[in-house]
Antibody, heavy 112, light 112 residues
Framework: QVQLTESGPGLVHPSETLSLTCTVSGFSLTGYSVYWVRQPSGKGLEWMGRMRYNGDTSYNSALKSRLSISRDTSKNQVFLKMNSLQTDDTGTYYC??????WGQGVMVTVSS | DVVLTQTPVSLLISLGGQASISCRSSQSLVHSNGNTYLHWYLQKPGQSPQLLIYQVSNRFSGIPDRFSGSGSGTDFTLKISRVEPEDLGVYYCLQRTHNPNTFGAGTKLELK
């Protein structure tokens, strides 16, 4: 059974770095791509970036300068790091396998 | 980046009625391989998005045939027939033809 679970701090201070982990089971990271999508509170979905099955990455051009996605295939984990966080980065962050299967999401609040 | 314009922003439908949602792209979504990567999602209140339709007109596993997708090039439509209470929520289109991938702003389906 395919599962994706996001984890990370619920609260981040402005200007700090957000680190999230997506732990997957039921499939291999070398066979499927994992995407990060976020949803600012009360707003729509925003495609953030992607870790392809072959290790290549793509990023939303609006976030590219402060976003990094990496992985550890031995641990079945994909990581998101985004720096210089501001209050409008508050929202729910999802990881998804090929945009078909989704995790439950993790809520991140940016506040001092 | 490709801009997807969804209309209407919200839709009031009676139970058993039919809903139609449009998604227009700022550029053709036909990939160089000939496929068109336009997908539709439903996000029910408090839940992660779920994939309904992939590549314009293919229903994802478990999606009832009340949901149908059509279109080509830059113009796409999602139709929901015989609307049921579990169909309520926000519908999003997503294009995966071009990098970065982009979502439409969403269409909220509510009961009349």
């Amino acid at each position: 059974q395919v599962q994706l679970t996001e984890s990370g701090p619920g609260l981040v201070h402005p200007s700090e770095t957000l680190s999230l982990t997506c732990t997957v089971s039921g499939f291999s990271l070398t066979g499927y791509s994992v995407y990060w999508v976020r949803q600012p509170s009360g707003k729509g979905l925003e495609w953030m970036g992607r870790m392809r099955y072959n290790g290549d990455t793509s990023y939303n051009s609006a976030l590219k300068s402060r976003l990094s996605i990496s992985r550890d295939t031995s641990k079945n984990q994909v990581f998101l790091k985004m720096n210089s966080l501001q209050t409008d980065d508050t929202g729910t962050y999802y990881c998804t396998r090929d945009l078909g299967d989704w995790g439950q999401g993790v809520m991140v609040t940016v506040s001092s | 980046d490709v801009v997807l314009t969804q209309t209407p922003v919200s839709l009031l439908i009676s139970l058993g009625g039919q809903a139609s949602i449009s998604c227009r792209s700022s550029q053709s979504l036909v990939h160089s391989n000939g496929n068109t990567y336009l997908h539709w999602y439903l996000q029910k209140p408090g839940q992660s998005p779920q994939l309904l339709i992939y590549q314009v007109s293919n229903r994802f596993s478990g999606i009832p045939d009340r949901f149908s997708g059509s279109g080509s090039g830059t113009d796409f439509t999602l139709k929901i027939s015989r609307v049921e209470p579990e169909d309520l929520g926000v519908y999003y289109c997503l294009q995966r033809t071009h990098n970065p991938n982009t979502f439409g702003a969403g269409t909220k389906l509510e009961l009349k």
